[in-house]
């Protein structure tokens, strides 16, 4: 079965740097575009960054755009965030999720879920 398992969040300080990991299992990762979102307390799930299967592809959400970078590995099975200049806003639970091909800014182009990392900025 699918699985993802996502890694590397901890409490940090404004504009310190971070890497997140997601370690997939269970499907053909290198076939399927990959994404991450993120949820604050009582606010929505939103769309963070997504990258292609080949990795020659990214979307970017206007509110990390230049701070965070998202890459891949097709041989690790294992999708990662680069976290840079980091902010108190960043502050949220991070999840890795699989591409169903479309809709890749929306929560609803994803299949599956990981259990998520929290990240927690300090100001």
């Known amino acids: 079965q699918v699985q993802l398992v996502e890694s590397g969040g901890r409490l940090v300080q404004a504009g310190d740097s971070l890497r997140l990991s997601c370690a997939a299992s269970?499907?053909?990762?290198?076939?399927?575009?990959m994404g991450w979102f993120r949820q604050a307390p009582g606010k929505e799930r939103e769309f963070v960054a997504a990258?292609?299967?080949?990795?020659?592809?990214?979307w970017n959400a206007e509110s990390v755009k230049g701070r965070f970078t998202i890459s891949r590995d097709n041989a690790r099975n294992t999708v990662y965030l680069q976290m840079n200049s980091v902010k108190p806003e960043d502050t949220a639970v991070y999840y890795c999720?699989?591409?169903?091909?479309?809709?890749?800014?929306?929560?609803?182009?994803?299949?599956?879920w990981g259990q998520g990392t929290q990240v927690t900025v300090s100001s």
């Open positions: 269970g499907f053909t990762f290198s076939r399927y575009i």
């Open positions: 990258i292609s299967w080949t990795g020659g592809g990214t």
């Open positions: 999720a699989v591409g169903s091909g479309v809709a890749v800014t929306m929560s609803t182009g994803y299949n599956y």
